[in-house]
């Protein structure tokens, strides 16, 4: 028996003893050598070099494991953890489940359409500035006209904790945005800088969406022709009660606009800015203020908006790698378990217990997130496999789970990845500052699928170094004939 087949037999609990004794027994396929061979070389790359990994390659219908490198070992994923909570997501709430915001008052609208105030409650992820807009104008259909009093957003179905303490410190990147029960837009903003039309003249900064709940500072200046952007993007609680953005440095002139993405500091306020916007736009008019608060437990149910399935959710979480989505989705798995507000504690008990039940490996892995942000948290290469594995064999789970994921050089976090790979890997990534990884499905030259998992921790030549062998194990995966090149 090869000594990578000895080794892969540890991890037979997740895959079958029989299916990997069967690999013992198999005729070498033609062709399997020079594949080992370049997976083997692969897995040396200079970019893994001084660092430590967790490697794992089966096939998909047998679950035979073909290459394995300390496939128990567990590591910080980064953002391969999202494929933990995604499958523990669509195994608990469902693919087509829609989180619901409900609008409440005190009463039905008056023949005039007017209420006395409302309250809105929910805990839906990905409540955008359009999914608002909608909201707004089916309450208008309903005939709701005129807000008496305040409109309350009541955020108490999530706990207030905003950033996981393991995080610390926190940027003011997008990917670093606040965990709130009612919110907007994932808790970022968009920023867009062009030039001025003359030298020395202030850039023009547009900020989305146009809020009055983000005062701007502009600094800029436009530069002579020819250099890159050089701008800052920082944010901070105003007088106002919103937050003001100042936008630093500088343009080139006749340079191409830039967008720069940041997240707000308190979601629920953010939320309030733009739910207020919309039902202005709506033609209802608020004569108070839009504010947190709960709602009144004598309140009736004027109102339930379903958000977007699931499923789509799952999209934006694996596609795009939306750490907003994965927090609040284990969030909401803790608040489905115990029934108390979700939080970080009770929804990683929460995961890990959906994962123990979905029959996973656990042994050593540590999971305090859902996005893979933080650092403490450990998993291995046997428990990504399994997990995907696990989402193949459910007719419930795998079409949607498999459709999120990043295909190699032509969409999502891999758009500009893996060209070796083209259209053959679909896989999330991970990436923090010493940590890169790689997990998902491939389908080699010959047809053969295969199911894998890599992730790199601690690597001497930087990042950089790391993502391009990554990226060319990925192709060595799929390059199983002797044309070169790889085909669909």
Known sequence: ?????????????????????????????????????????????????????????????????????HPERPLAPASTQKILTALAALDAFGAGHQF???????????????????AIRGADPAMTGELWWRLANDLRALGVAEVAGDVLLDDSLLDAERWHPSWLPVSARAYHAPIGAISANY????????????????????????LSYFPLTNATRTT????????????????????RVTVTGAVALGGDRVEIWRSVIDPTAYAA??????????????????????????????????????????????????????????????????????????????????????????????????????????????????????ADESFAIGPDLLA????????????????????LVR????????????AGWARTERGRELVFALISNGHRHGDVAAIDAVDAFAAALVHDATSGAASR
């Open 1 to 69: 028996m090869r000594p990578y087949v000895r080794r892969a037999l540890r991890v037979v609990g997740a895959f079958g003893l029989a299916a990997a004794l069967a690999l013992g027994a198999r005729a070498e396929e033609p062709g399997d050598a020079a594949w080992l061979a370049r997976v083997r070389a692969a897995a040396k790359a200079r970019g893994f070099q001084g660092g430590a990994q967790s490697m794992l390659v089966v096939e998909r219908a047998s679950g035979e494991p073909l290459f394995s490198l």
């Open 187 to 210: 808790g970022a903003f968009r920023v867009v800088v062009t030039p001025g039309d003359t030298l020395g003249a202030p850039g023009r900064v547009q900020i989305d969406p146009p």
């Open 273 to 390: 800015a733009v739910l207020r916007s919309q039902l202005e736009a709506a033609g209802i008019r608020i004569v108070g203020k839009v504010v947190p608060g709960s709602a009144p437990t004598t309140s009736v149910l004027l109102y339930a908006f379903d958000g977007i399935p699931l499923r789509a959710e799952a999209d934006l979480l694996l596609k795009y790698s939306n750490n907003f989505i994965a927090e609040t989705l284990l969030k909401q798995l803790g608040r489905l378990d115990t029934g108390m507000p979700g939080s970080w504690a009770n929804g990683a008990e929460a995961l890990r217990s959906r994962l123990a039940a979905l029959g996973l490996p656990l042994a050593g892995v540590r999971l305090v997130d859902g996005s893979g942000l933080s650092r403490d948290n450990r998993v291995s290469a046997q428990l990504l496999v399994a997990a995907l594995r696990r």
């Open 100 to 118: 619901q915001t409900e609008v409440l008052a005190p009463a039905a609208p008056d023949a005039n359409g007017r209420v006395a105030s409302l």
């Open 224 to 243: 002579k022709p020819g250099g890159g952007p050089r701008l800052e993007v920082e944010r901070a609680r105003d007088a106002s009660g919103g937050e």
């Open 404 to 423: 999120s994921l990043p295909i190699a050089a032509e969409d999502g976090t891999l758009r500009k990845r893996a060209e070796g790979a083209r259209g």
């Open 427 to 438: 896989a999330k990534t991970g990436t923090l500052d010493g940590v890169t990884a790689l």
